[in-house]
T-cell receptor
């Protein structure tokens, strides 16, 4: 059973739209949640979230964590074609092997011009 | 510049052959990981190593083997026992198993012909 569930799995929007990507998780001893962007090769780090209710922001991207409801969202405003990628959510379980991340299946975002 | 180098970028294998994927890091990270990524799937953990001469199976270790003779190197061998080896393979490393500073290589795409 998946420990990290992302939705939607696929999303197609037009430039300028705002999108919200979801990530819910179920781990025994939560330590942190991470968001990555993967275009064709290595995932690149976006955010690490450890505390509930504190928004992390970087340009048009922002993310927030709700540890009570066990989910996180990643928002992208004013989308651009360069935002087209797979967005991966991962959770670091304190009870697991140190450094072992559990990944969701990813959301494939396509932004049309 | 510090980072993780995976080679080759593309690899073709005939059925029944073993192949070895290289992963080298100069980040002085203790922990290293191998993940497999299939279309529509998240990253699934194959093997991980926290220190030299020690490694542990991940979720999908069958048909794979690894070694950790040096801190910098964590090669993955895909054996003929792996029934469906065609996939994208990612190597990663982290500082003492921390999720912060988790770094990915650029991946190797393996195709069985």
């Amino acid at each position: 059973e998946d420990k990290v569930v992302q939705s939607p799995l696929s999303l197609v929007v037009h430039e300028g739209d705002t999108v919200t990507l979801n990530c819910s998780y179920e781990v025994t001893n939560f330590r942190s949640l991470l968001w990555y962007k993967q275009e064709k090769k290595a995932p690149t780090f976006l955010f690490m979230l450890t505390s509930s209710g504190i928004e992390k922001k970087s340009g048009r991207l922002s993310s927030i964590l709700d540890k009570k409801e066990l989910f996180s969202i990643l928002n992208i405003t004013a989308t651009q074609t360069g935002d087209s990628a797979i967005y991966l959510c991962a959770v670091h379980d304190r009870g697991s092997t140190l450094g072992r991340l559990y990944f969701g299946r990813g959301t494939q975002l396509t932004v049309w011009p | 510049d510090g980072g993780i180098t995976q080679s080759p970028k593309y690899l073709f294998r005939k059925e029944g052959q073993n192949v070895t994927l290289s992963c080298e890091q100069n980040l002085n990270h203790d922990a290293m990981y191998w993940y497999r990524q299939d279309p529509g799937q998240g990253l699934r953990l194959i093997y991980y190593s926290q220190i030299v001469n020690d490694f542990q199976k991940g979720d999908i270790a069958e048909g794979y083997s690894v070694s950790r003779e040096k801190k910098e190197s964590f090669p993955l061998t895909v054996t003929s026992a792996q029934k469906n080896p065609t996939a994208f393979y990612l190597c990663a490393s982290s500082i003492g198993g921390s999720a912060y500073g988790y770094t990915f290589g650029s991946g190797t795409r393996l195709t069985v012909v």
